[in-house]
């Protein structure tokens, strides 16, 4: 089972000093996300936005609020080797300055840069330069301020159905927008309608991407910090990629933006949208079964994975009751318990085989000893990755309850019936 993506058109964003990336169309899902800098901060800037390129970012944007950022735009683009966004609200002026300055892409917002004419001179500079525009609606700028009646009716609607209208309302002004673009012959554009609220995230998007065939970046906005915005944003999200929705994503947090890529990166490896370049780890959660202090030596494996530069899936289990099943497809692992660690290895036919058992006090080390062994033999060619069968018995094996293997032989496999 593997997600197909919806077919988009596909927009390129870069030049050939910064690289080129592809969003929508046969274009993998783009991984970006924003700077926490004062753009005109030049050194601070380039540190954080190649620090996120070497995390893994694929795009990153910065804020032009002012001319002196736009200014230092230009320098900050000199010195980094990634595609830059810029991000403009209320000032059409902000955008033709960043164009002027060599950015790859900017970002407009119907709800804050409404003008036509001013709209029109953005998109001919765009169009002039082969520079993509990416529309992006949000919930908190989308409601009408300007038009007093217009607003009144449009927050009497929202009284009603604040969810199913508000989504609404985001779709009908992006629809609203691109017909500037459509009478402007501009069709290299990116569309995001981005919400706090999940509901309306999935509900806005599912419809952007029934109505338009543009690339669509995904986001929910003001997601908060980390540790409660990443379940609100990969929630909404990882469903919509699930089912082919989104060509780029940008998880946002109230954080040092590199966990952003780092958790963005983690969505699309999970779900095989992107191909993993780091080591993996997968560790059981402990119960009470467990007699070592698995924890902190989980703590200390993940530590010490940073300096395996290939993609080794590493595992480490508590005991032996779920570890088998667990460690399969594992490349190198331990089932600890007693005061022991039994570590396995994945062989060169793909069994993995026991290696060692040592006390508790050896068992990072050795098992480190295994990883780096195995990660040689990988980049000689002699093993191949995440191919290991555990052929360990548990002391407690499925017996005759049965695996279901029979039935999904037989194709008699049906969803069970839930009865509440
Ligand atoms: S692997 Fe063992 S110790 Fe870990 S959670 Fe499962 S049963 Fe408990």
């Known amino acids: 089972m593997s997600i ?68 230092a735009l230009k320098e900050i683009i000199n010195q980094v080797k990634i595609p830059i966004i810029a991000d403009v609200h209320f000032h059409f002026e902000r955008a033709l300055e960043s164009i002027e300055a060599g950015v790859h892409k900017i970002r407009l917002n119907p709800g804050n840069l409404k003008d036509r004419p001013k709209v029109e001179k953005v998109i001919a500079a765009c169009k002039e330069r082969g520079i993509p525009i990416r529309v992006g609606a949000n919930e908190g700028g989308i409601i009408e301020r300007g038009n007093k009646s217009q607003r009144a009716e449009e927050k009497a609607a929202l009284d009603q159905d604040y969810k199913g209208q508000m989504t609404m309302i985001m779709v009908e002004k992006l629809e609203e927008y691109l017909r500037i673009f459509a009478d402007n012959d501009f069709y290299d554009v990116v569309l995001s309608a981005k919400s706090v609220d999940p509901e309306i995230v999935l509900g806005a998007y599912r419809e952007c991407s029934r109505r338009f065939d543009f690339p669509l970046h995904l986001g929910v906005t003001h997601a908060g910090p980390p540790e409660t915005g990443r379940i609100r944003s990969v929630v909404a999200l990882g469903a919509l990629l699930a089912q082919g929705i989104g060509d780029t994503i940008r998880i ?26 780091e080591p993996e780890l997968i560790a059981c959660p402990t119960c009470g079964r467990i007699e070592i202090d698995l924890i902190s030596m989980m703590t200390e494996v993940r530590r010490r994975l940073k300096e395996i530069t290939i993609p080794v899936k590493v595992a480490v289990m508590g005991c032996v009751v779920n570890g088998p099943g667990e460690c399969e497809g594992s490349d190198v692992s331990v089932f600890a318990g007693k005061g022991r660690g039994v570590i396995y290895v994945s062989n060169n036919e793909g069994v993995a085989e026991q290696v060692a058992t040592v006390p508790e006090a050896q068992i990072l080390d050795r098992l480190f000893e295994e990883v780096r062994k195995f990660a040689d033999r990988v980049q000689r060619g002699e093993v191949k990755l995440k191919n290991a069968r555990v052929d360990i018995k548990p002391p407690d094996p499925i017996g005759e309850l049965g695996s279901g293997w029979e039935k999904i032989k037989g194709e008699k496999m049906s969803l069970p019936v839930m009865k509440v």
């Open 4 to 71: 197909v993506r919806r077919k988009t058109r596909k927009v390129m964003v870069g030049d050939r000093a910064h690289g080129f990336v592809g969003i929508g169309g046969d274009a993998p899902v783009a991984l970006q996300t924003m700077t926490s800098t004062y753009t005109y901060d030049i050194d601070t800037t380039v540190k954080q936005i190649n620090a996120l390129h070497a995390g893994g970012a694929d795009l990153v944007r910065v804020a032009v609020p002012d001319r002196q950022d736009t200014i």
């Open 252 to 277: 946002s947090y109230a954080a040092d933006p590199i966990h952003e890529v780092e958790d963005g990166k983690e969505l699309l490896q999970v779900l095989g949208l992107r191909l993993r370049t």
